[in-house]
């Protein structure tokens, strides 16, 4: 038998310096919405997810040694699955970024588990990770292209105006929804917060290449 183990490296290009920031809001409904606009829906995921979660209970009840092994199968099966889908979007994040000469703003994701308030626990570590590993595909596909990346704080994100910078909660009447109450922009909530991660890109990018303006 034969293996052929090849690994492929691709030197990364320098960054060039962006033309503006496209925000990234992560989230449930839509795992991923740029400030662009564009919605990377977790529709099929999250479909995946429930129905493995179905078999999963039937399953454990069982303890045969067969369910077992196809209760591994199938967490083995859900966890490619996520892979692929968090691929094909950060390939699609990049490539906009790419073609619009900006840099990309990702959430700093050490409070993600704050932000994701879900009620039960198992379900917020599943996302976590898989918005940890979105993360990372994006960072090193955008290290490739050349694409800066910059990690903000995503405090307050979703009930911050991206017009005015007004913060309430009561900006944010339901879960789709952004309406400020103080100077009236109305924008989806994912887009808005998406939008203020981008500004947040900007400003965080401003002040670590200060130095490099000045010299
Ligand atoms: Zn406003």
Not at 40 to 61: D, F, I, M, P
Request: net charge positive; glycine share 6%.
């Amino acid at each position: 038998m034969w293996f052929l183990i090849a690994t492929c490296d691709i030197p990364d290009r320098p960054v060039a310096a962006p033309d503006g920031f496209l925000g990234v809001d992560l989230g449930i409904a839509n795992i991923a919405t740029t400030s662009g606009g564009v919605h990377h829906s977790g529709k099929t995921l999250n479909a995946v997810r429930h129905r493995h979660r179905e078999l999963r209970r039937r399953l454990q009840a069982k303890q045969t040694t067969s369910a077992k092994r196809l209760l591994k199968r199938r967490r083995r099966a859900e966890a490619r699955f996520a892979a692929n889908t968090n691929h094909i979007i950060a390939k699609q994040i990049v490539t906009e970024a790419a073609r619009t000469g900006q840099g990309i703003a990702l959430e700093d994701l050490q409070g993600i588990r704050d932000r994701v308030r879900l009620r039960k626990p198992q379900r917020v570590t599943l996302h976590s990770w898989s918005f940890h590993q979105l993360g990372r595909f994006i960072a090193y596909k955008a290290a490739r292209q050349g694409v800066a990346v910059v990690y903000v704080d995503p405090a307050y994100t979703s009930q911050a105006c991206s017009s005015c910078g007004h913060v309430d909660k009561r900006n944010r009447p339901d879960q789709a929804t952004f309406s400020c109450t103080s100077c009236g922009f109305a924008e989806h909530a994912d887009v808005n917060a998406a939008r203020n991660i981008a500004s947040r890109g900007v400003a965080g990018w401003a002040v670590s290449h200060a130095a490099d303006d000045a010299a």
